[in-house]
T-cell receptor, first 113, second 112 residues
Framework: GAGVSQSPRYKVTKRGQDVALRCDPI?????LYWYRQALGQGPEFLTY????????KSGLPNDRFSAERPEGSISTLTIQRTEQRDSAMYRC???????????FGPGTRLTVL | QKEVEQNSGPLSVPEGAIASLNCTYSDRVSQSFFWYRQYSGKSPELIMS????GDKEDGRFTAQLNKASQYVSLLIRDSQPSDSATYLCALTETLNDYKLSFGAGTTVTVRA
């Protein structure tokens, strides 16, 4: 079946602009996670959802970052007033349950000029 | 997030040899441990999980966990060129915590 999909795959934006990154999890997966990965580093946790409920947002760097999953399926990570330090690979993962294996999507490469 | 330490490598091994990767962590309450493989330019994929002390074998991979020493390792036997990748150690902090804390990864190169 289809894996986790993310769009866009690449996003170039100017400093100060807002961006919205989309994640479409594997069908039937109730848990969805957002991570950020810098070059040469492991993924860093941002937030996660169980169904539509945002269970933990402790990894969001500041209040410019927000995420939603209104119908318990597709999720959107929004970054307002982007800054150059926001440039990174943003990865989404989903799992069948909270205890399940996390399957990662291909990521969105965000570049803020 | 809890500290997870890995040697960055690169670790270069000849084809057919054993590759040994190590990971240490700082928090004694860490519960679940995972090894992910990440090919260059690709997303991480889970190859092993381990939850209790001891060894766990899956094909050519063996994970070893020692919670008292706060140490988890991955052995890759009969290394193949296709094993060349970055290997990421990850953990969850408690039984009710599902977010993963990752190390920076160890890059492995298998020489044909």
């Amino acid at each position: 079946g289809a894996g986790v999909s993310q769009s866009p795959r690449y996003k170039v934006t100017k400093r100060g602009q807002d961006v919205a990154l989309r994640c479409d999890p594997i069908s039937g997966h109730v848990s969805l996670y957002w991570y950020r990965q810098a070059l040469g580093q492991g993924p860093e946790f941002l937030t996660y959802f169980n169904y539509e409920a945002q269970q933990d947002k402790s990894g969001l760097p500041n209040d410019r970052f927000s995420a939603e999953r209104p119908e318990g399926s597709i999720s959107t990570l929004t970054i307002q007033r982007t800054e150059q330090r926001d440039s990174a690979m943003y990865r989404c993962a989903s799992s069948f349950s909270l205890f399940g294996e996390q399957f990662f999507g291909p990521g969105t490469r965000l570049t803020v000029l | 997030q809890k500290e997870v330490e890995q040697n960055s490598g690169p670790l270069s091994v000849p084809e057919g040899a054993i590759a040994s990767l190590n990971c240490t962590y700082s928090d004694r309450v860490s519960q679940s441990f995972f090894w992910y493989r990440q090919y260059s330019g690709k997303s991480p994929e889970l190859i092993m999980s381990i939850y209790s002390n001891g060894d766990k074998e899956d094909g050519r991979f063996t994970a070893q966990l020692n919670k008292a020493s706060q140490y988890v390792s991955l052995l890759i036997r009969d290394s193949q060129p296709s094993d060349s990748a970055t290997y990421l150690c990850a953990l969850t902090e408690t039984l009710n915590d599902y977010k993963l804390s990752f190390g920076a990864g160890t890059t492995v190169t298998v020489r044909a």
